[in-house]
């Protein structure tokens, strides 16, 4: 009887400490939805980048606490978090409107042994981008909305293909197509040359980082399709001028491309979804059919976060494509 009793008295004593950790990130969770919701709001650009700040600020000092890689973070609203199916790692990610010409992005990742790497955005300054091997300090910004895991041909390691957007300017927009792995050390890196892509000249090469740069004006989709299992995005030509004084840009001609994990690697798949008129299932195979189908099984209700929407919006707001 001593025996249960003491079995007790401990299952309960973990239980309320357990729910004290809980409610302390509970708090977090709260105070930096108020943040959020300032820096998207506030007419001033000092306080809207000092709340993105502040933010970073909440996050990493907090998410070095023993139990709080197991915190979800359900709740967060206007910041973006990811975890891959290993569970290796979050990545939290998010962007603030600078001025009419810039945008910025913050974000930090938090492994399973609650190391914290704050990733701070130089790109503005990176050269050579798409090739460039990258660290924290040092990051391409985006704000990801997709991890998908993948095996390389070295080793068999596990790296992930991120998937995210770049508001980048006042005319034009950036999705951002990004590779995480890390090192031996077990520190995050961006970049690897896994991408395969076909280049202005119907050129097949190979980078470590690929943008989709469009006009502010179109919907570009860029998004892993889980029954097709590979990357589908919007194949892109240049359109004309939004307004006079403005240079033209790419838009979407219909067509699409994907990218397929293979032997280690993105390979590039041209024309994904053929015409073929003498197809009786042409409607069921078609892109819109197809990506209909998917959203309503899936994630048609979610918002770019992957939190679910409210009726309202639902019905009534119109958001990008992934």
């Known amino acids: 009887m001593k025996i249960n009793l003491s079995i007790f008295f401990f299952i309960a004593f973990s ?3 357990f729910a004290q950790e809980i409610l302390n990130l509970s708090e977090l969770e709260t105070e930096i939805n108020a943040l959020a919701e300032e820096m998207h709001r506030d007419s001033a650009e000092s306080r809207r980048l000092k709340n993105a700040n502040n933010i970073l600020t909440l996050l990493s000092t907090n ?14 609203k206007g910041i973006s978090v990811l975890e891959p199916k290993d569970k290796k790692f979050k990545i939290f990610t998010w962007e603030v ?4 010409d810039s945008y910025r992005q913050f974000g930090i990742i938090q492994t399973a042994d609650e190391k914290v790497y ?24 985006a704000l990801y ?8 041909g070295i080793n068999n390691e596990t790296q992930y293909l991120l998937l995210g957007r770049d508001s980048y300017g006042y005319y034009e927009r950036r999705k951002v197509i990004d590779i995480l792995y890390f090192d031996f050390m077990g520190r995050p890196r961006f970049g690897n040359n896994l991408i395969q892509i076909k280049d202005g000249r119907g050129q097949l090469r190979t980078v470590g980082r690929y943008f989709l740069q469009y006009s ?40 699409f491309n994907g990218l397929k994990a293979q032997k280690g690697k993105w390979e590039f798949v041209d024309m994904v979804f053929e015409y073929n008129p003498d197809n009786i299932l042409e409607d069921a195979q078609n892109p819109a059919s197809i990506m209909l189908r998917n959203d309503q099984k899936r994630d048609g209700g979610k918002d770019i976060f992957g939190k679910e929407k409210s009726p309202e919006k639902k019905k009534n707001t119109k958001t990008e494509r992934p």
Request: a negative charge; hydrophobic letters at 40%.
């Open 15 to 17: 239980l309320n400490i």
């Open 63 to 76: 998410l070095i606490e023993k139990g709080s890689f197991k915190y979800p973070f359900a709740n967060l």
């Open 97 to 100: 409107f600078v001025n009419k």
């Open 118 to 141: 704050a990733l701070e955005d130089k790109s503005e300054t990176i050269k050579a981008a798409e090739f460039a091997k990258l660290k924290p300090e040092n990051w391409y910004g």
């Open 145 to 152: 909305y997709h991890v998908q895991d993948f095996t390389t």
């Open 216 to 255: 502010a004006v179109a919907s570009v989709m860029l998004r892993y399709d889980q029954d097709l299992k590979m990357v589908i995005y919007d194949h892109l030509v240049m359109g004309s001028p939004i307004m006079k004084d403005v240079p033209p840009s790419n838009i979407p001609d219909g067509s």
